[in-house]
């Protein structure tokens, strides 16, 4: 019996990574025009629409380590978008504040994600947009792995 040899060009995995490498490419390339890279907009995604303070938190949601997110959140308080405070009650705990500066560049930047999101939403019809939600979820369930998102 011959086995039929793997093609990749046509499979699953392949097809979904280059989905998701030309969404972060056209992404990026719109925030670096900002100043910004993925991890730094998703941080003021995280402070600014989340309501998120606590780094540990941030971190969560932004999906990367603590030390990760520490090294952000150091290098966007030296860029002043983002101001880190002690903490009431606890000197040691750190609260985060978005920045006049931190609140304009979420505001010049959402535009962008919506654009870019809007890019291949608009390929679909809404029916095959849910479909395709509904799908990836279901790719994702029951996997025990803990992956980054970012």
Request: glycine share 10%; aromatic share 2%; net charge positive.
């Amino acid at each position: 019996m011959t086995a039929t040899p793997y093609r990749l060009h046509q499979s699953l995995g392949y097809q979904l990574s280059l989905a998701a490498r030309l969404q972060e490419r056209r992404l990026e390339d719109g925030l670096r025009r900002l100043g910004l890279t993925r991890i730094t907009w998703c941080v003021l995604l995280a402070v600014g629409n989340e309501g998120l303070s606590q780094p540990s938190e941030i971190a969560g949601f932004v999906g990367i380590d603590r030390t990760a997110a520490s090294r952000a959140l150091r290098q966007m308080e030296a860029a002043g978008l983002i101001a880190r405070r002690a903490g009431t009650g606890d000197r040691r705990t750190r609260s985060v504040v978005m920045t006049p500066l931190g609140r304009d560049l979420l505001g010049r930047g959402t535009p962008l994600a919506e654009n870019n999101n809007s890019v291949m939403e608009e390929r679909l019809t809404d029916r095959e947009s849910d479909e395709l939600r509904r799908l990836l979820t279901k790719l994702r369930a029951g996997e025990d792995m803990d992956l980054p998102r970012l």
